[in-house]
């Protein structure tokens, strides 16, 4: 009976020291965690209750709150919606949050540990806990032109400083209205969320950086990038060009869009293969520096890695593993299994515009507490030297071509110098294609890099190539820019 007992005591002894173990390590450990939990309803009543800090473009708030009336003591406001949705993302007493709103949300409502003393200072004085603000990097001007250009259209569109790494742009068609998900009438929350996510053009989504698109043709810089930088090639190497590519282990073609050879050459030079965008061109030169050598040079781009972690759900761009001969022709000009973001396309143009450097794209520039002290600053931070500056400069000047005299004619800027690239990826007969166009601005003083991504391009194949939809958009947000 004595034995019994003992064994219950210890037992007993083992789970109480258990669950003091885990006590101990939930409030040491991963108190930050559930409190930060979209579904913790306790944490969420509180913080509903508290200052919540604005998000800010210079000194205009895009997101903020305003005395409330009702259980709540405050309601979030989003002044324009719509336009700034992707970055702001929504603050939802049902749904959590998303976007700036999730990944900032300690700094937002004030809790974040860079602002432990500042609650410290407001337990002493009996001040409510109130929120800091963050500052973003958009430009005001040219997110408003990229969310006008794809009115009526389904797409994206990035824009990044070159020199920097600051996101200028970041917007997605079609969007949502953050303030229907804050309001505090939960029925008319859940119809929207609902409506929104039964919606199939999938509003919520940030296609800039969530999805994944074949990008086509616009990937032959990063092709181009890789044959320059192998030493086999400069812009006025001649390559095989037909109408046609007999590939090995298979039938069927590589072809050209308009069904014809390289600007009426079958042996048409670097220059003139990106100017047309000719497939069976860059399918030689991808056989030719093999899928390894492209791979490599995608990853100095930035494909393989996240490349922002400022916002949730970022997705990772990607090259195709392992892929055979036919299928490097075909990832060489950006089809098979190639898949970007928008974000990674401008990341491409902006790396070949800053002299081969690619920076880390960020979009927080700066963190203050509610008394206006910064307690955080984002410093540019360079990724990879993708190329060298001599490359740049080729690439630079075949972009250049591909504007002046080529298929990105309608992403000319009057009296500035603009370097492009257009695209047309194709995933299935039996859909439109989709329409890219990457280019940045001034050409040889580079302020300004930008993607363009329209989805079901409705229009002729050789249109699109010529940059009829896409680059028209891009124009707009460069010219927003250089206050054109």
């Avoid at 036919?326 to 070949?352: C, E, K, N």
Wanted: glycine share 8%.
């Amino acid at each position: 009976m004595n034995s019994a007992i003992r064994r219950l005591a210890v037992a007993a002894i083992i789970l109480m020291l258990a669950l003091m173990a885990n006590s101990t390590y939930l409030q040491a450990f991963r108190s930050s965690e559930i409190n930060g939990r979209n579904d913790n309803k306790r944490v969420r009543d509180s913080q509903f209750s508290v200052n919540r800090g604005p998000i800010l473009i210079g000194t205009t708030p895009i997101a903020k709150s305003d005395p409330s009336n009702d259980q709540f003591k405050y309601q979030r406001k989003y002044p324009s919606g719509l336009v700034y949705a992707p970055a702001t993302g929504y603050y939802s007493y049902l749904f959590g949050r998303g976007g700036i709103e999730l990944t900032m949300n300690s700094e937002l409502n004030g809790s974040d540990p860079s602002m432990a003393f500042r609650r410290i200072i407001d337990v002493i004085s009996n001040r409510p806990q109130q929120g800091g603000s963050i500052t973003l990097t958009l430009n005001a001007a040219a997110q408003q032109a990229a969310y006008d250009g794809l009115a009526g259209k389904t797409g994206a569109v990035v824009a990044i400083e070159p020199k920097t790494g600051k996101i200028l742009a970041m917007a997605t068609r079609p969007s949502y209205d953050p303030n229907l998900l804050a309001s505090h009438d939960t029925t008319k929350v859940s119809a929207a969320w609902k409506s929104l996510n039964a919606d199939k053009n999938k509003p919520l989504s940030n296609r800039a950086v969530q999805e994944l698109y074949p990008p086509g043709s616009t990937f032959k810089l990063v092709t181009a990038a890789a044959a320059l930088s192998s030493g086999k090639y400069t812009p006025t190497t001649t390559v095989n060009s037909p109408a046609q590519l007999p590939l090995p282990q298979t039938t069927v073609p590589l072809v050209n869009e308009d069904g014809k050879n390289c600007g009426g050459s079958n042996n048409a030079t670097l220059t003139i293969a990106l100017r047309y965008s000719c497939n069976t061109a860059f399918g030689t030169v991808g056989m030719a520096l093999g899928a390894d050598a492209l791979n490599a040079q995608a990853a100095k781009f930035g494909f393989g890695a996240r490349p922002l972690t400022e916002l949730p759900g970022v997705a990772t761009s990607q090259f195709p593993g392992d892929p055979n001969e036919p299928q490097t022709a075909q990832s060489a000009i950006g089809q098979f299994d190639v898949r970007a973001t928008p974000l990674q396309m401008a990341m491409v143009a902006a790396g070949i515009a800053n002299q081969g450097n690619v920076m880390k794209p960020y979009l927080v520039q700066n963190v203050q507490t509610p008394d206006l002290k910064t307690v955080s600053e984002t410093k540019p931070e360079s990724l990879h030297q993708a190329v060298t500056p001599q490359v740049a400069t080729q690439l630079t000047d075949m972009m250049i071509d591909v504007v002046n005299n080529g298929t990105g004619k309608p992403g000319r800027i009057s009296g500035v110098q603009v370097a492009g690239k257009t695209g047309t990826a194709q995933t299935s007969k039996d859909r439109p294609p989709f329409a890219w166009f990457t280019a940045f601005a001034p050409a040889k003083d580079p302020k300004v890099a930008v993607a363009v991504l329209i989805e079901d391009a409705n229009v002729p194949r050789t249109d699109v190539a010529g940059g009829t939809l896409a680059a028209p958009i891009a124009k707009k947000v460069m010219e927003a820019v250089l206050g054109q």
